[in-house]
């Protein structure tokens, strides 16, 4: 089994202490010097901005480290171990999708509004309870509406299927309005 040190390629482990010891350091210089005229401000925000780019640097490099250790823990692992890990997020996954269709469901069967399905959490049952106290508390039941209802209490005629009801539709409309 290969070290750290193997996959590093020979990099020195106190890097990371280093860059600790840098971020120590700087506590004790995060006190505000007396800035008394333009220059001394320049060539302190002239520090400002090297430490700045040095601390960038280190998290670079940091982050490599990082990305080296990640592939040589996942170069360790059994090819059961990551099928095992796929497997438990796949599970994640479904058991979201289920809750998701489960709310959609339940909005459906109690007419609540869509926009509140995300206070639905718990059991089915607790779902199922905590929609019809939220349709009783704000009265939005949409299985009493009737969306194809006319404008202003006109009646809504169904769709002519052939040429000669479109025709008459059309032509009784014509008469209708006529009479008026």
Wanted: glycine share 4%; proline share 3%.
């Amino acid at each position: 089994m290969p070290d750290l040190e193997d996959v590093q390629q020979n990099e020195p482990v106190d890097q990371v202490d280093d860059a600790q010891q840098n971020v120590n350091q700087g506590d004790d210089e995060d006190k505000l010097p007396d800035i008394d005229n333009l220059e001394e401000a320049l060539k302190y925000i002239k520090r400002l901005r090297n430490e700045a780019k040095n601390r960038r640097l280190k998290n670079k490099e940091l982050e490599a480290m990082a990305q080296k250790w990640k592939e040589y823990e996942d170069s360790q692992k059994t090819e059961l171990q990551r099928l095992q890990e796929t497997a438990a997020e796949l599970q994640k996954a479904l058991e979201a999708e289920r809750v998701e269709r489960l709310r959609k469901e339940i909005v459906i069967e109690t007419g609540l509004d869509p926009e509140l399905a995300e206070l639905l959490v718990g059991s089915e049952k607790e779902m199922r309870t905590i929609a019809k106290k939220l349709v009783e508390k704000t009265g939005a039941n949409r299985k009493n509406s009737d969306f194809y209802a006319g404008q202003r209490g006109q009646k809504v005629t169904p769709k002519a299927t052939t040429f000669n009801d479109f025709m008459m539709q059309m032509w009784n409309e014509v008469e209708s309005k006529a009479k008026r």
